[in-house]
């Protein structure tokens, strides 16, 4: 089979050159071993290689011309309640706050927060810095042209910088509100299955015959049975799912460096027994081009998204072992009414369904309303406190 670009021609010699071993089993039920790779592997450097990984190279992911949706491009509601948020948080801290989006992507959400802020308060200017931690080259170009327009709202210099530079920075250690909207479902995961009663990790091979084709390979995580035991998780015969490791070194990373902030978590997602339960017997694993999805990550190497849901009930007790503190955890829609998503809709007498005010009721009652949008999206809130 050709391989169909640079990146999946690296990712196969990687494989061949590989000392781990996977197996599987033909039509007939013989086994075969294979040299392979795990899959978090092949999803890490499907999405982050430096030259073609689909999250640092090529053209906007993002909008109507992208592969995906955020909720941010719903509209303004949002980024509303996030100033409204970042207002009632600002009053218990003196100091200047930093507000950093973690995966910002085109700037769009940042951009309408900055909006929205100051036209609730004059302070401010003053008292926000907007920082935008975004790998992706276009995006990060979009996000200049984005501000730039919004550059007279703006008190201080926007900073612009990659997940490098941020973990090197000064102000992360200073006192900061961290958005991370649609950044967890993107990190790399495990991928385990139960087969004839053992635990097994799903690894990657590949052939010239057969392209890449999935393995049974031994865990590379030692702590991947562990997690699962502390989650309540206990996997059927055949039941695949998803172990969410990047996500736990993010907040590992992230709480030894902030010493004082606000870690606001927006993602579609579930507690464990929904996020295992019997009707999702291969996972949440999806993949994401042109906005169509699929369940195929073994085409389109490195120019489609592959994510995940996000499993809340891990990230709660990762983020406790990493010194963070579970403020609140809610629906989207519960998150919403109560940081006053209410008070935004708009009286009017206006019969143009274009106008301001329609559009931003509309928007109002898509976030409130859809189920996915609602329901499935979660916002979980981490906070970091001096000693």
């Not at 200049?144 to 201080?156: D, P, T, W, Y």
């Not at 009017?348 to 309303?369: G, K, M, V, Y």
């Amino acid at each position: 089979m050709m391989k169909e670009n640079a990146l999946a021609a690296s990712i196969s010699k990687k494989i061949v050159e590989s000392a781990s071993l996977g197996w599987y089993k033909d039509n007939f039920g013989n086994k075969h071993t294979a040299a392979c790779i795990s899959f978090l592997d092949y999803m890490a450097i499907c999405l982050y290689d430096a030259e073609y990984g689909y999250y640092r190279s090529g053209a906007v992911r993002i909008g109507r011309e992208g592969d995906f949706y955020t909720s941010s491009a719903i509209g303004q509601v949002l980024a509303q309640v996030l100033a409204s948020f970042a207002l009632d948080y600002a009053r218990t801290i003196d100091e200047s706050l930093s507000l950093v989006e973690w995966g910002a992507g085109t700037g769009r959400l940042s951009a309408q927060i900055v909006e929205a802020g100051t036209m609730r308060t004059e302070n401010w200017k003053r008292k926000y810095k907007s920082v935008l931690v975004e790998d992706h080259p276009a995006h990060r170009d979009a996000a200049r042209h984005v501000f730039s327009q919004i550059a007279s709202e703006l008190g201080s210099e926007t900073l612009f910088v990659s997940s490098n530079e941020a973990w090197e920075s000064e102000w992360l250690k200073q006192p900061a509100l961290v958005f991370a909207n649609e950044l967890f479902d993107a990190f790399p995961v495990h991928r385990v299955q139960n087969v004839e009663g053992e635990l097994w990790e799903l690894g990657v091979a590949y052939s010239e015959a057969k392209g890449f084709y999935e393995v049974c390979m031994p865990l590379t995580d030692s702590r991947i049975t562990s997690w699962l035991s502390r989650d309540g998780i206990v996997l059927r015969e055949g039941q695949q799912t998803e172990i969410h490791a990047g996500a736990a070194e993010f907040l590992d990373r992230l709480g030894s460096v902030m010493t004082r902030g606000r870690l606001v978590i927006i993602d579609y997602g579930h507690e464990s027994a929904e996020y295992a339960a019997e009707h999702r017997m291969l996972g949440t694993l999806l993949c994401y081009s042109r906005h169509q999805a699929s369940s195929s990550p073994y085409v389109r190497i490195g120019e489609q998204d592959i994510t995940s849901h996000v499993p809340f009930t891990f990230i709660r007790h990762a983020a406790v072992q990493s010194g963070w503190q579970v403020t609140s955890y809610a629906t989207q829609k519960q998150f919403l009414m109560e940081h006053g998503v209410m008070e935004l809709l708009q009286n009017h007498q206006s019969t143009d369904p274009f106008s301001a005010e329609a559009r931003t009721n509309r928007a109002i009652r898509q976030l409130l309303l859809s189920d996915e949008m609602s329901e499935t999206f979660k916002v979980m809130v981490l906070d970091k406190k001096l000693l």
